[in-house]
């Protein structure tokens, strides 16, 4: 069954823009929308391994499945500015970026994402989620592939992946 639509993809103007779906808010734009995630590592003390912090997501695009601290930019922002604040609105964590996992594109979110390696900087820091997260996991670099299936984006799982292999910083193969 097809129905009509207020506005196509093909037809939509700069400022009608991004065409927001009624049932999973998936938002489309005309080009891809910079974003920018982080990617918390933390070594508890007793912990033989860095743990990547990972959320599970209370709001659609993805609802009930894991990501990363991110979100767009916005206007006049820098992809580093983003990550900072994205991760403290999500996470309730101060940041100190210490390196670019790599960049990722994902195509059904029509979103171009930097995805940073970042500690807090208060390493005590508790996690402190806002409404789009319902809960957090602090997930070993051993135990990584058992969340790959789990993450609501493919772009963000293969920004985990890359951090699990320490493959921080190459071109990733899947995207060649």
Known sequence: MSRAVAICPHCVRPDEQPLVCDRCAWRWHANPKPAAAVLVERKADDAAEL????????VEPGLGAWDLPAGYLDPGESFEQAARRETL????????????????????????????RG???????????????SEFAWVPRSDVAGWLARM?????????????????????????
């Open 152 to 176: 609501a984006f493919r772009s963000m799982a293969s920004a985990v992946e890359d951090w699990a292999l320490d493959r921080t910083g190459a071109p990733s193969a899947k995207a060649m």
């Open 89 to 116: 609105e999500e996470a309730g964590i101060e940041v100190e970026l210490i390196g670019l996992n790599g960049v990722y594109h994902s195509p059904a979110g029509n979103a171009v994402s930097a995805v940073f």
């Open 51 to 58: 743990s990547v912090l990972l959320l599970r997501r209370a």
């Open 119 to 133: 500690r807090a900087l208060d390493p005590r820091q508790d996690v402190v989620l806002d409404f789009e997260s």
